[in-house]
């Protein structure tokens, strides 16, 4: 099982940045997929959540610029920033998680690098 993020980068404040995860070895639309962030020194926060059912919340401090999706037919879940911000600053970490039965499976990515800065 695997799950790979992709997409990070340098951005301009202002501007947008889309990054995706993708799975392999798991059937990825039963899970529920997050997006966190860790900023530096900081520990590692949810910011962005898709259930199954395609149900999305999102932290406060995000909502309104983030936009977190599904593509079942690339077995993928993208997260979207518009008007970036300094503070959007971190390592961004996907996260699938599933319940059977009442026991969790958990998966993590390795996490992409976003940086935004003039």
């Known amino acids: 099982v695997q799950l790979v993020e992709s997409g990070g980068g340098l951005a301009h404040p202002g501007g947008s940045l889309k990054f995706s995860c993708a799975a392999s070895g798991i059937d990825f639309e039963i899970f529920t997929v997050g997006w966190y962030r860790q900023a530096p020194e900081n520990e590692r926060d949810l910011v962005a959540v898709i259930s199954s059912n395609g149900t999305m919340k999102y932290a406060a401090s995000v909502k309104g610029r983030f936009t977190i999706s599904r593509d079942e037919a690339k077995n993928t879940v993208q997260m979207q920033i518009d008007n970036l911000e300094a503070e959007d600053t971190g390592i961004y970490y996907c996260?699938?998680?599933?319940?059977?039965?009442?026991?969790?499976?958990?998966?993590w990515g390795q996490g992409t690098q976003v940086t935004v800065s003039s």
């Open positions: 996260n699938a998680r599933h319940y059977t039965y009442g026991s969790l499976t958990e998966y």
